[in-house]
């Protein structure tokens, strides 16, 4: 059996060394603060810093699995995977969001049995851990906003979603410390959990969604297909734009099929309209793997309604 070379106009594939850095400095300073912040929680008592703790280590599992991703993500096409392993970073994103959302609902439960069954805090410990918190968080969300902009990631958005949820916590922790302190009220270590859950779950949630769209091929966001089409057909030479796909493989990465019949009397005529329906979907609206099939009224035997309705049109 013949092996074949698998070339691709467009590269399936992405080499994105700056996030890898990102991502592995992340890691490593997020896994030592993690134990950090969890023996702390347990030694002061303290919900907040104990369920921060839990994010902390989601969100270490979370860099790993975006690392596996990314790893992925930068390897060729094969001769099974044709698209190559870009999908990957979407998955890890997915069950990136789908972590926080879970964690999120877990702060919930724990904050309600604190109301429940109150308990004390020792807030000069946690007042201390937090603030270290807020100083860790605080440098990696200026690492991952610094790579976002060097490099657009799902996978690093959805880790800045996470640090992001990771800083309001250590802020909300040291704004409880303060009031218990000031009011000797325990309840507020829990309200005060509750609330940053749902700042966690809106973040989970976004990058669900986003995930979602892009899991079931949906149209990309900023596209509008009937715009792309009606700029098609302008074309000298198209007829009719059907059988219309455009879908994402991941971020930035979007793919677009379609048949085009024309009204060309040589196939020299039809190779140079298909060339101007690729530069114009290229320069316009940024498609650059496209896949165009021609077809012809007479030649491909379309149906008989559809070539009435062609016919009308013109």
């Not at 918190?133 to 800045?160: C, F, H, M, P, W």
């Not at 966690?200 to 976004?206: A, D, P, Q, S, T």
């Amino acid at each position: 059996m013949v092996r074949h070379q698998y070339f691709h106009h467009v590269e399936h594939r992405k080499q994105q060394k700056h996030s890898k850095s990102t991502l592995w400095l992340s890691l490593i300073i997020t896994l030592l603060f993690t134990i950090v912040e969890f023996v702390g929680g347990l030694i002061s008592n303290s919900l907040a810093l104990l369920s921060d703790s839990f994010h902390m280590l989601s969100d270490v599992a979370a860099l790993g699995l975006s690392m596996v991703a990314i790893y992925f993500a930068s390897r060729p096409p094969t001769s099974r995977y044709t698209f190559g392993f870009l999908r990957l970073e979407i998955l890890a994103a997915f069950l990136n969001g789908l972590a926080l959302v879970l964690i999120s609902l877990w702060i919930f439960y724990e904050a309600i049995l604190r109301i429940i069954y109150p308990k004390s805090i020792d807030s000069t410990l946690m007042f201390g851990i937090a603030t270290i918190g807020l100083l860790v968080n605080i440098v990696l969300t200026i690492i991952l906003v610094r790579s976002l902009k060097a490099e657009n990631n799902i996978n690093i958005q959805s880790a800045l979603w996470h640090f992001m949820g990771d800083l309001l916590n250590s802020v909300g922790v040291i704004v409880a410390v303060v009031l218990i302190h000031l009011t000797g009220i325990q309840l507020i270590d829990p309200i005060l959990s509750m609330i940053i859950a749902l700042v966690i779950l809106r973040g989970g949630y976004k990058i669900m969604r986003n995930t979602w769209h892009i899991l079931m091929e949906a149209v990309p966001e900023g596209l509008d297909i009937d715009e792309i089409i009606n700029a098609m057909t302008s074309v000298e030479g198209v007829l009719d734009v059907h059988e219309f796909h455009l879908w994402s493989i991941t971020t930035d990465h979007h793919s677009m099929s379609a048949h085009i019949v024309l009204d060309s009397r040589s196939s020299e005529d039809a190779y140079r309209t298909i060339n101007k329906l690729e530069r114009l979907l290229k320069e316009q609206y940024h498609l650059s793997h496209t896949t165009l099939q021609i077809e012809h009224l007479d030649v491909n035997h379309l149906d008989a309604q559809y070539f009435e309705h062609v016919r009308a049109s013109q």
